[in-house]
């Protein structure tokens, strides 16, 4: 009996402190909690051929207790820019790190005035984060300038009803950094006939950098029964800031019959976010979730337009009004 | 001859029957008047009720969430129920017991706010011995259903964390009953401690919106002391004063899992203060109500 009590002791003992690792609140700490919840967390070292190690060593040695808190922010800004990352961020009191060179080493390919004044002659409506109108060739045009917000199913009968006449629609999503994914959602069934198999997502099953779950396919439903489905021809409008959640709605509607992709390669980001906060109340957030399309292609550098509708905005047709990459859309929703 | 010897048979049959008829009415009586004197010897089995407010401190830490630990406020409300069992209730008690709990917590820096929310309700019975000088103890099992979330107020794809598991615990108490100062008074340990059963965890960088579209598999996890380490302690001292009790209690509770390399861990110390009142429901008819002048204002 005192043995079996004694093993009871011992058993409770053991399994009672389940071990998290803890951060020193000085600067080497916080460093090492960045480094470290990268290191276990992040979803895409693999494909870009990143040696986290290598890296963290070189940005540690510039890290000491007692340095400031700016100092320690860029040096640990520096290391996550390495990840060249839209969606991994440093967050303090006094700024927020960013990576920017995924889109600030392309033209910016979106003038939203040439637009509104030139196609729409301002004369659009607008509701919530859209802005739409009939173009003068009767196509629909709808901006969504941000996924961030999204429509409830009677707002999106409204537009399609006023474009139901119209021979195409154009979804512009020039500039659209991102959002909710069910705000994207909740659009792309409008374009839906049956379910439909819309990508595969990967993610982390334990600290290591190939622990990966299998790729988890996910579907979506066609839009309820209420609600107006649209099968005319479509252009979506992408530039290199089309990213994250604008990102994954290209990703999806390019594979739907009658849809083209007209602009610039998008800016990716298709890694889904997570945040976690640091001992000093700082806030780091990255990729931790892979989101691959329909086809198990990985979207996080980007995606082409359709084959043959690749252009960029001419900056010199945009001073006499003509947006170059509207009008190549145009053509193909009329084509 | 044939005609006597008949006579005979048909006199000694009488005689076998109307003995055997009478036996069978003693029996019989014997049987009603023995179950009319345990009905009537039924022990009153008094329900023990205890409402309990509780407040102190909380400890929480979500490695799915936060690598960081929270500190904060804890507070809660429960109430308990306990009642000899019908079965054998010299020996036998039954305990219920609803809980449900908030912490307000804060990461070191004081920035972020970590919510936690739950419920719990366990049902179980006990064996317990009466020992000398006023002290008696028990054990025995109980099923133990637990829920919550946990909400952490800054944005991201991992805002929340929820709880639920459903346990098999061992549940113990100590108790001596006696007075102080001229109080007469309860003094008790209890303890429950989850041994084996079932909880949700997602995988370890699995999100819910995953979970929302339909990716349902791995949620689940064996509970046992490896994965699933939780301890509710509460020592109570109850001050009888006629037929209500005032409790003042210290209450603690340790919950740490692991699954799918995330940790949880869940550490609250409490005082609470309550009122525990002894009652009987009595139904219409009983030998109890029959035996009482009861007037009731219903």
């Known amino acids: 009996m005192k043995n079996i009590l004694t093993a009871i002791f011992f058993a409770l003992a053991l399994c009672s402190c389940h071990h998290i690792e803890e951060f020193d609140n000085n600067a080497e700490g916080s460093f090492d909690a960045v480094w470290t919840i990268v290191d276990e967390h992040y979803c895409f070292f693999k494909e870009k051929d990143i040696d986290w190690r290598e890296t963290g060593s070189r940005y540690r040695s510039r890290v000491y207790n007692g340095m400031s808190s700016e100092n320690l922010f860029d040096a640990c800004a520096g290391m996550l820019s390495e990840l060249r990352d839209g969606h991994v961020n440093l967050s303090s009191g006094f700024a927020t790190s960013y990576y920017r060179d995924w889109w600030s080493k392309y033209p910016q390919n979106f003038d939203a005035r040439l637009v509104e004044q030139y196609y729409l002659g301002f004369n659009y409506r607008q509701l919530g984060p859209v802005i739409y109108g009939i173009l003068p060739q009767n196509v629909g045009y709808i901006r969504w300038s941000s996924f961030e917000s999204g429509l409830g199913d009677g707002n999106i009968n409204n537009i399609l009803s006023d474009f139901w006449l119209c021979s195409g629609l154009i979804i512009d999503i020039r500039d659209n950094g991102g959002g909710s994914l069910t705000n994207a959602e909740d659009f792309i069934r409008r374009f839906l006939s049956e379910r439909t198999l819309v990508g595969y997502m990967v993610h982390k099953t334990g600290p290591g950098h190939d622990d990966f779950s299998k790729p988890w396919p996910y579907y979506y439903e066609p839009a309820g029964a209420n609600c107006l489905i649209w099968n005319k021809p479509v252009a979506i409008l992408t530039n290199r800031s089309t990213f994250s959640a604008a990102n994954n709605f290209v990703s999806i509607m390019r594979y739907l019959p009658g849809v083209k992709i007209v602009g610039a390669r998008t800016g990716g980001g298709s890694g889904m976010p997570v945040q976690f906060d640091l001992p000093r109340g700082w806030v780091l957030r990255l990729s931790t979730v892979s989101i691959l399309d329909a086809q198990g292609h990985p979207t996080e550098s980007g995606i082409e337009p359709t084959e043959g509708y690749a252009v960029d905005l001419d900056p010199v047709a945009a001073l006499s009004g003509t947006d170059t990459m509207l009008d190549r859309a145009i053509a193909a929703v009329t084509e | ?298």
Not at chain 2, 102 to 124: E, H, M, Q, R
Not at chain 2, 193 to 207: C, Q, T
Not at chain 2, 216 to 245: E, I, K, M, Q
């Open chain 2, 1 to 298: 001859m044939a005609k006597k010897i008949s006579r005979l048979i048909n006199r000694a049959s009488c005689i076998v029957h109307r003995a055997l008829t009478n036996r069978a009415l003693i029996s019989a009586l014997c049987i009603a008047h023995c179950a009319l004197c345990i009905r009537a010897e039924e022990p009153l089995r008094p329900v023990s009720s205890t409402y309990t407010v509780e407040i102190g401190s909380a400890h929480l830490a979500d490695t799915y969430l936060s690598p960081m630990h929270y500190t904060g406020i804890h507070a809660g409300l429960s109430y308990s129920r306990l009642q000899a069992m019908r079965f054998d209730p010299e020996r036998w008690v039954m305990q219920l017991r609803l809980g449900a709990s908030v912490d307000f917590t804060k990461n070191p820096a004081k920035t972020i706010t970590l919510y936690n929310a739950g419920i719990d309700a366990s049902w179980g019975m006990m064996r317990r011995w009466t020992l000398p000088a006023g002290f008696s103890a028990g054990i025995g099992p109980a099923l133990d259903i637990d829920a919550g979330v946990l909400y952490i107020d800054r944005s991201g794809n991992n805002p929340a964390s929820a709880r639920a598991a459903v346990t098999v615990d061992a549940s113990a108490f100590a108790q001596w009953r006696g007075s102080l100062l001229g109080i007469p008074l309860t003094a008790r340990y209890s303890a429950m401690l989850p041994v084996a059963g079932v909880f949700f965890s997602p995988d370890y960088g699995e999100l819910y919106y995953q979970i929302y579209l339909g990716y349902r598999s791995g949620l689940v996890h064996p509970a046992w002391w490896g994965s699933y380490f939780s301890l509710d302690n509460l020592a109570s001292v109850d001050l009888h004063f006629g037929a209500t009790s005032l409790r003042l209690a210290y209450h603690n509770y340790i919950l740490s899992t692991k699954a799918s390399n995330l940790v949880t861990r869940n550490v609250t110390h409490a005082l609470s203060i309550g009122i525990t009142t002894d009652w009987i429901s009595l139904r219409p008819g009983s030998d109890a109500v029959k035996a009482s002048r009861i007037i009731s204002a219903y």
